[in-house]
């Protein structure tokens, strides 16, 4: 399994930026695709992930509203489109996978168990 994330950068407050993650090495359409944050001090936080096979999607309460979740399965990608950026924002961005079925996965707890993480993103967004 091999995630790459790509699209941080340094933004304005209010501004929007379009992660990427680039799966290889599995079977995209059965796998569930999350994107979790952390910044410096804190506990890594969950904010979203999608169902690449029924494309369900789960958002945290923090993003809910602003960011959007969707995924090409043709290209293997899962997007992450910020908007309304804000300064607590700012972190390191990763994505994760973990298969839907027969795995230890959840839509009761959509963020508590994925076994495969890529090497992150900086997103930074100045006040």
């Known amino acids: 399994v091999q995630l790459v994330e790509s699209g941080g950068d340094l933004v304005q407050a209010g501004g929007s930026l379009r992660l990427s993650c680039a799966a290889s090495g599995f079977t995209f359409d059965d796998f569930v695709i999350g994107w979790f944050r952390q910044a410096p001090g804190k506990e890594r936080e969950g904010i979203s992930c999608i169902s690449a096979s029924d494309g369900s999607t789960y958002y945290s ?29 700012t972190a390191l961005y990763y994505c994760a996978a973990e298969p839907q079925y027969g795995s230890d996965w959840s839509p009761s707890d959509p963020f508590g168990d994925f076994a495969s993480w890529g090497q992150g993103t900086q997103v930074t967004v100045s006040s």
């Open 61 to 89: 309460d923090s993003v809910k509203g602003r960011f959007t979740i969707s995924s090409d399965n043709a290209k293997n990608t899962v997007y992450l489109q910020m908007n309304s950026l804000k300064p607590e924002d």
